[in-house]
């Protein structure tokens, strides 16, 4: 979600925080600021919309501060205006926030009692004037900032700086991610590696509780107790270089093609070729000894999860529960103490995943964790790390880091099976192969692009308001998948069903011209779901058929369109059939002039529940 640097500098920082924030505009946002101690004054500069305009106010004219807070903000409180936009001031206090305040109303009530009238409506302003009021009650800032946050319901990443003081930064989280850079004579704080990435590479993460006080000589960290505490220093992976699209129009586009090199990649961390073998690190628990599994993510990563579950379940003989992180603790499920939970998460932040998997930790499982980011708060809290390696994710709809997901989840599914007895070394070989010819698969699939285009612009019809997505078996997820992303980037009202509960509803919603996209391989259920095909075309519904060669030429005619996807062995098909659900939702979200990859209220990693 929002983005948030802070730079104790030995150089202007203007230009800098510029480029801190625009390699976290992947989070999604709606404003940005900046505010810079200059001759011991603090000066902001906000702007709604694109970090573009803020930059654009910059330059009007120039800045030396050497220190400085900057933020990409993703509005929950207040509409995003500039007069909600960060950093916000009281007195001598600039404050930046990532999260939500849950009693910023009462805080707020106390200050108005008081005589302070805030000036925007963010819960954010709140915690600048409670500050502002500690050190006018003679608390110097360090003092005063902790007892603010003894006050804060909620989650929250702070970086704050003080008005006559240029070599000082204070930094807290409580559930949102913060990390501090060590410089050469300088301190920097931000979101993640990749914001500080330009200027250092030596990071220090910090854990849930702490508050950082920064000089540019360094560094005291204290918990959420006040106790002094040391965390490690680190070398991060991050890439100073920004991203960009390499020559595709989006970065979606981009992400969408990279996926055989990045499944590629992710494969051969698992595979081991030449013994048709899948090779883990040491799991916590023992599969043979599990009797049951525990996955829990959100959104495309919980779909990824349902996913294995159809494998898990059918080819390890591993009953497995797969839920939706933001529900799964508030059902205080019952969980075997010593069990294995398997948590999901692109950024290793998601805050939903991060108090799923500490509640199953506080109910004595063992923690699996899925991620893209080795470094991330989930990856450290859990017990084993399964790394993807899809590199950076800048759209904020995850193309190449749900098929990462997939394929380390397919490696989990033949190690499960093969420590159950449930494989024998011949069969393990058979999904080994299958799994090691995906990306030359996913090649192929990439090339019916310009066909997909095509068949976009009949879905993006200005009367089509909806679209229906329907798949059977493990093809299910896939249409929940397909209409996710949908959803996410052309605003179209899409809905993902299983094929068989057509007739228990959902066959009320069909009408004439309505679109509905059928995943069906020719698999042993593929009669079947053409069966339900066919009862919506007699409806007057416009079919997108997505299938394989055989698929195609045995039911292709009847449909309205056919995308040929290459034939596969059914236990990659999910995995191969994510890539032209991907490039239906990017190509209709182009025609209608979406923002593809900054979709409205939208935000890559949601650090707030």
Known sequence: MCGIVGILGREPVAARLIESLRRLEYRGYDSAGVALLENGRVRQVRAAGKLANLHARLLQESHEATTGIGHTRWATHGEPNERNAHPHVAGPVAIVHNGIIENYRE??????????????????????????????????????????????????????????????????????????????????????????????????????????????????ITDEGGAEVERPMQVTQASALLVDKGGHRHFMAKEIAEQPDVVGHTMSEYVDYANGRVRLPELPVDPAALTRLVITACGTAYYAGLVAKYWLERIARLPVEVDVASEFRYREAPLEEGGLALVISQSGETADTLAALRYCKAQGQKVAAIVNVPESTIARESDVVLRTYAGPEIGVASTKAFTCQLVVLAAFTIAAARARGAIDEPRERELVAALSGLPRLLVKALKQDAHIAEVARHIEHPLNDDVLYLGRGINYPIALEGALKLKEISYIHAEGYAAGELKHGPIALIDDGLPVVVIAPRDELFEKTVSNMEEVAARGASIVLITDEAGAAAHGGEAFEVIEVPNADPF??????????????????????????????????????
Do not use: C, W
């Open 572 to 609: 990659i098909a999910p995995i191969l059939y994510a890539v032209p659900v991907q490039l239906l939702a990017y190509h209709v979200a182009v025609t209608r002039g979406t923002d593809v990859d900054q979709p409205r209220n939208l935000a890559k990693s949601v650090t707030v529940e």
């Open 107 to 220: 805080l707020r009530a106390e200050l108005e009692a008081a005589g302070i009238e805030p000036r925007s409506d963010t819960d954010t302003e709140v915690v600048a004037h409670l500050i502002a009021r500690a050190i006018a009650a003679g608390a110097d800032a360090a003092d005063a900032v902790r007892q603010t946050l003894d006050r804060l319901r909620g989650a929250f990443a702070f970086a704050i700086l003080f008005a006559g003081d240029d070599d000082l930064l204070i930094g807290a989280r409580r559930g949102s991610p913060l990390a501090v850079g060590h410089g050469d004579g300088e301190m920097f704080l931000g979101s993640d590696a990749m914001a500080l990435a330009p200027f250092t590479h030596r990071i220090t993460y910090l854990e849930d509780g702490d508050m950082v006080v920064l000089r540019r000589t360094g560094l005291h």
